[in-house]
């Protein structure tokens, strides 16, 4: 009878049964979670041809700036471009398996796959509030603020000779061009990461360029 009596699981025995079991519920949770949203691979990839960027392209009227500079004219400079002349979207603005942090998390912001030395061009007019060349998590980028409270960001960039902060720029003009992959997404070869500012508040890029069918 003694025997028997010993072989008997514990309380605490079975509460780390059920600790276990709710661990491995919760991996498995994340892994599905992560195959439903994660990441786009190269199969997936949307690619735009996206020609209008170039600075020649400027429609005349570019040159005439809406009376309120807090309301954004969709049929003017103010209307967004792409940053390249041509487009692969490779990573959307959605929850993903981050592949250099090895995490799940929300992408923020849009990446589009480019070979190092593509032009990055703006896009929208705007004034330029910070260039930076060295930073450890994203390489170079740059950050320019627009109309209406929004800013976008450019990372993992070289920023274009003597670009510097209080510059002004067009919508179109030449900023940068994409550097070697480097930084928290250099699992990811070379692209440019791109990203939407309201008030300070982040926003999926695809709100404002439209690159995605719905």
């Given at each position: 009878?003694?025997?028997?009596?010993?072989?008997?699981?514990?309380?605490?025995?079975?509460?780390?049964?059920?600790?276990?079991?709710?661990?491995?519920?919760?991996?498995?949770?994340?892994?599905?979670?992560?195959?439903?949203?994660?990441?786009?691979?190269?199969?997936?990839?949307?690619?735009?041809?996206?020609?209008?960027?170039?600075?020649?392209?400027?429609?005349?009227?570019?040159?005439?700036?809406?009376?309120?500079?807090?309301?954004?004219?969709?049929?003017?400079?103010?209307?967004?471009?792409?940053?390249?002349?041509?487009?692969?979207?490779?990573?959307?603005?959605?929850?993903?398996?981050?592949?250099?942090?090895?995490?799940?998390?929300?992408?923020?912001?849009?990446?589009?796959?480019?070979?190092?030395?593509?032009?990055?061009?703006?896009?929208?007019?705007?004034?330029?509030?910070?260039?930076?060349?060295?930073?450890?998590?994203?390489?170079?980028?740059?950050?320019?603020?627009?109309a209406d409270g929004v800013k976008t960001?450019?990372?993992?960039?070289?920023?274009?000779?003597?670009?510097?902060?209080?510059?002004?720029?067009?919508?179109?003009?030449?900023?940068?061009?994409?550097?070697?992959?480097?930084?928290?997404?250099?699992?990811?070869?070379?692209?440019?990461?791109?990203?939407v500012y309201k008030n300070n508040k982040?926003?999926?890029?695809?709100?404002?360029?439209?690159?995605?069918?719905?």
């Amino acid at each position: 009878m003694k025997n028997k009596q010993k072989t008997k699981p514990t309380k605490k025995r079975i509460l780390m049964y059920y600790l276990i079991l709710a661990v491995c519920l919760l991996v498995i949770a994340s892994i599905t979670v992560g195959i439903v949203f994660g990441t786009r691979n190269n199969s997936g990839d949307i690619t735009i041809d996206a020609g209008q960027n170039t600075p020649d392209d400027k429609n005349p009227d570019d040159d005439k700036k809406p009376d309120d500079g807090n309301v954004v004219d969709t049929n003017s400079k103010y209307e967004f471009i792409t940053p390249l002349k041509s487009v692969t979207v490779s990573q959307a603005y959605v929850f993903w398996g981050d592949n250099t942090l090895l995490r799940f998390c929300l992408h923020k912001g849009m990446d589009f796959s480019a070979p190092a030395g593509t032009e990055v061009y703006a896009t929208v007019d705007g004034t330029v509030t910070g260039v930076y060349t060295n930073d450890r998590r994203y390489g170079g980028y740059i950050e320019i603020e627009h109309a209406d409270g929004v800013k976008t960001v450019y990372k993992y960039v070289d920023p274009a000779e003597n670009l510097k902060a209080g510059d002004t720029v067009n919508r179109g003009d030449l900023i940068a061009k994409v550097a070697t992959a480097t930084g928290s997404e250099n699992k990811e070869g070379d692209h440019l990461h791109f990203e939407v500012y309201k008030n300070n508040k982040m926003q999926d890029p695809d709100t404002y360029l439209k690159l995605i069918s719905k």
